[in-house]
Nanobody
């Protein structure tokens, strides 16, 4: 039983900033890569950014220079600092993690959070 809980979503004006958090908890042996995805109305779910256990990051082109993903391995938590927000950033943001559970040693599992809504509007 591994769970991801997102927080920090809300309403923000264009040009504003917002920080999202995602904490993994439960029967965790270790957490590998963690990522943020988003799904806007009428669109497919897309990768926003990911961060490896060692701290290497990668971003979708549309958010490069504006968003920063980071992680705290001790807390099994990732963050998404979003600056210079645009209306096109409006979406439900989902946390994703590749997790090794305590009683399963031969493979990892992909776990999703339930999402947090970010609305960028004036």
């Amino acid at each position: 039983q591994v769970q991801l809980v997102e927080s920090g979503g809300g309403l923000v004006q264009p040009g504003g900033s917002l920080t999202l958090s995602c904490a993994a908890s439960g029967s965790i042996r270790s957490v590998n890569t963690m990522a943020w995805y988003r799904q806007a109305p009428g669109n497919q779910r897309e990768l926003v950014a990911f961060v490896t256990r060692s701290g290497n990051t990668n971003y979708q082109d549309s958010v490069k220079g504006r968003f920063t993903i980071s992680r705290d391995n001790a807390k099994n938590t990732i963050y998404l600092q979003m600056n210079s927000l645009k209306p096109e950033d409006t979406a439900v943001y989902y946390c994703n993690a590749d997790v090794l559970q305590t009683d399963i040693y031969y493979r990892s599992f992909e776990v999703w959070g339930q999402g947090t809504l970010v609305t960028v509007s004036s």
